[in-house]
């Protein structure tokens, strides 16, 4: 999965600042958005849906492999899981 | 004349002016899944246009009402999460709501939902119109334990806002009583504006002066501004039209230095979200496990979700030959039959070739009509239905790993499902997918799906041939077709497009009981549309088809269609076609279930049931089977071309499908054919 797209990710998803993408927690556990990678029409779409930083998300289904839901601002949102992998957050609750 | 006309003009003006017959304009807009439908329905009645945008391929509804002795028009705009151009509904959304300045933007809101659903709302305040907020399904907020005031919410946001149960008709009386206040200006209209982030105001600040004085009307500058900065495509092409070379040059300057100004604004509209409903709402303290948890946890299953969608499919199925087939027969030998023998009997001393124009031709294509009617029915309600509920969603997303292997995602499922049904509305529902990519495929491979019209020809033909296998073999040209659409998906996929897939970003909506009266306007709309307009083209072909037939001299062998359906032959003869196999295939570009008149019409036995014996005895099993298959993956109808044309907005790419389905289903139909003869069938 390379990333084209040009636009920056709203905090660098380096592995030092704590974040990871939403693809890799259990269903069940919670995080908080702490930024977002991909073209403006993908980013159009995760915040129009939701998706920004500081927004409290859950994942309610995550086998693993395939497509997942998250819970996000009271909605259930289903993401590919490359999408899901360019929404990094920052595990547990605020 | 002409005088008399322009004072009858300016009386209906001075009347409209002392507002007695005032017409107001009200546009209802809304996120998907927020029973805006429902809302329309209710307000409007049967009393409802249903068209086009203008130059675009998104519904539009339009409708009127009565209420205190003012009319109302209704504008249903289309169903959109945000207002910024990523696709067709939005720009559509928006331009109507500068360009006309509705007197009145009824925004629908899901209450189970605020936060997200009021994002919308955060959009459509800044663009001037007052927006009335239609705060609906109170009843599943409170089950999921929300505690919503609206007087508050109201307060919040200087705007009217209505609790409503649309679903059970709650509400809809004091909506029309909103819309009336705040059309007339009782209602103090003061809302409160959502503002971008903290930290990027100097910059919208600086944007909005370098393009002072140079926004094209009507469209508002700081909201031009605002949309600039999310890199709102549109604008951003109309702004370097409209600004000065080194104005404009500025203008892209600061915006490339903010290229993540886009989350900014959005976490701006959902700061100012916050603030509206904390007063408002009280959350519940735990996260219940609702209905649609419980639910999803079958239905989103890997497994068991595909189990499920595979059970609502045979239901379908299994309904549309219980059910459709048997009131098939019944129109048939009643209504059509009927209609026959009294025309037949009217007729009995007029000239020959008017009888024959009469009973073959126009009653014939009306038959095909009328007998289209009960499957198409069953499978615009199954769909309704699905949609309606909430499971349309579901189907996407078990549908993703599937469609993923073609380089689609879950999203082109319902188009293509879609086409279970017609493949027109296949093409069409295409338009749901944002990658132009992922578009077009799903476009061109939408053919592929057997569609009810091939499936008639299939139910039709299959009985008369293999008896009680028939059952059998048309599973097997179903699964035949799906596979060759998966196989077709893969090949377009990795030689045309050589690309990555579209993102896959989707709402699950909540499940709720499906509204009748939603699904009923919808099957009757969408049959309608087939009776207007493929009826009149089935009508006029079985018209020409027969006067081709027996023009000129009044024999079908000696006929036109003859002498092209032996012309083509030789390419026939591969699979044992003989010409009026060839003439039923090329009629069937009209229209799927021509084939059938068109073969009665050839084996001059018009009555359907002869047909079936008849045809029977004079086509060898192979020859049965390969004619079998090249129905179900040949060149789709012409009504199907033509959408094809119009949503790629490319000939060529339309010639290229079809002469891809064309060799397709010649290859297939061959290599069946030479395999049941050598298999000895």
Known sequence: MENKSKACPEVPPTPGNGSVPLSTLRAGERGVVAGMQGGRGLLGRMTSLGFTPGAEVTVVQNYGRGPLIARVRDARIALGRGEAGKIYVHRGSQ | MSTRHAIAVEQTSVTELDGAEKRVLVALAGQPNVGKSTVFNLLTGLNQHVGNWPGKTVERKEGAFTHDG????????????????????????????????????VAMVDAAILERSLYLVAELLPLGAPVIVGLNMMDVAEQEGFRIEPEVLEAALGAKVVPMVASKNIGVRELVAAIGEVARGDYEYAPKLPEIRADHREVLARIEKL?????????????????????????????????????????????????????AVASGRYGWIGRMIRAAVTRPKAGRIGLTERLDRWATHPLWGLGILAGILGLAF?????????????????????????????????????????????????????????????????????????????????????????????????????????????????????SRRARLLTIFLAPLVPCVARMTVIAFLAPAFFGSAATLVSWGMTLLALVVLALSGVLINKTVFRGERAGFIMELPLYHLPNWRTIGLLVWQRSLAFVKKAGTLILVVSVVVWALSVLPGGEVETSFL????????????????????????????????????????????????????????????????????????????VATVAVVKQETASWGWTFFNLAFLLVVSWAVGTGVYWLATFGGL
């Open chain 2, 562 to 637: 003859a002498a092209v359906g032996r012309w083509l032959e030789p390419v026939g003869r591969l699979m044992g076609f003989d010409w009026r196999l060839m003439v039923s295939l090329l009629t069937s570009f009209i229209a799927k279930e021509n084939s059938i008149a068109t073969l009665g019409v050839l084996f001059g036995t018009g009555e359907e049931a002869g047909l079936a014996e008849l045809l029977a005895t004079t086509i060898s099993v192979p020859t049965a089977l390969a004619f079998l298959v090249v129905q179900m993956l040949f060149v789709p109808c």
């Open chain 2, 211 to 263: 393009i002072a004085g140079c926004v094209p009307e009507p469209y508002p500058q700081d909201w031009v501004a605002l949309k600039l900065l999310e890199g709102d495509r549109k604008v951003t092409e109309m702004m370097q039209e409209c600004l000065p070379e080194e104005r404009w040059q500025d203008v892209h300057d600061v915006l490339r230095a903010h290229d993540d100004a886009l989350v």
């Open chain 2, 318 to 434: 299994w309904l549309t030959y219980t059910i459709g087939a048997p009131l098939q027969d019944l129109l048939d030998v009643y209504v059509v039959g009927g209609l026959a023998d009294l025309m037949g009997d009217l007729l009995a001393s007029a000239p020959a070739w008017l009888q024959g124009l009469v009973v073959d031709g126009i009653i014939g294509g009306v038959g095909t009509v009328v007998t289209f009617l009960p499957i198409l029915v069953i499978f615009f309600a199954v769909l309704g239905l699905l949609e309606d509920t909430g499971y349309m969603a579901r189907a996407a997303y078990v549908m993703d790993g599937f469609m993923h292997l073609m380089g689609l995602h879950g999203k082109s499922f319902l188009p293509l499902f879609l086409g279970f049904g017609c493949n027109v509305p296949a093409v069409l529902g295409a338009r749901v997918i944002e």
């Open chain 2, 70 to 105: 003012a009319t109302y028009r209704l504008v249903d705009l289309p169903g959109t999460y945000s207002l910024t151009a990523n696709s067709a509904e939005e720009v559509i959304a928006r331009e109507f709501i500068i360009r006309e300045k509705p007197d009145v933007v």
